[in-house]
């Protein structure tokens, strides 16, 4: 393989690599606390998300897997109102 098709592979893969580096860090602008008191039971769990419902939604289901056993009751906590919400940029 020449020499120039070479560097072509290399410049083709390292502005790849930058391009989804830059990329995902762009789309978690919003960062989400939700805390959740279930059967008793009370977590608190911080994401982020490029939209302030996602964020939320994917604390809420953190927060919910860390006081449920089980896929039923992990349906019903997500169903359960937070008892905190707190998001920031």
């Known amino acids: 393989m ?3 098709v070479k560097l072509m ?3 083709g893969v390292i502005a790849a690599i930058l391009y989804i580096v830059t990329s995902s860090m762009g789309t978690s602008k919003l960062s989400c ?9 009370e977590a608190c ?7 302030r419902e ?5 604390a809420l289901d953190n927060a919910c897997a860390q006081v449920v056993s089980g896929r039923t ?3 019903a906590c997500g169903g359960t109102e937070p008892t905190s919400i707190t998001c920031s940029e």
């Not at 769990?45 to 939209?51: F, V, Y």
């Not at 996602?54 to 994917?58: D, G, R, S, V, Y």
Request: with cysteine; glycine share 6%.
């Open 2 to 4: 020449p020499k120039a």
């Open 33 to 41: 606390e939700v805390c959740i008191d279930f059967k008793g039971q």
């Open 73 to 75: 009751e992990n349906i």
């Open 9 to 11: 592979l290399v410049v």
């Open 45 to 51: 769990r911080t994401a982020r998300g490029s939209t």
């Open 54 to 58: 996602e964020a939320i939604q994917t």
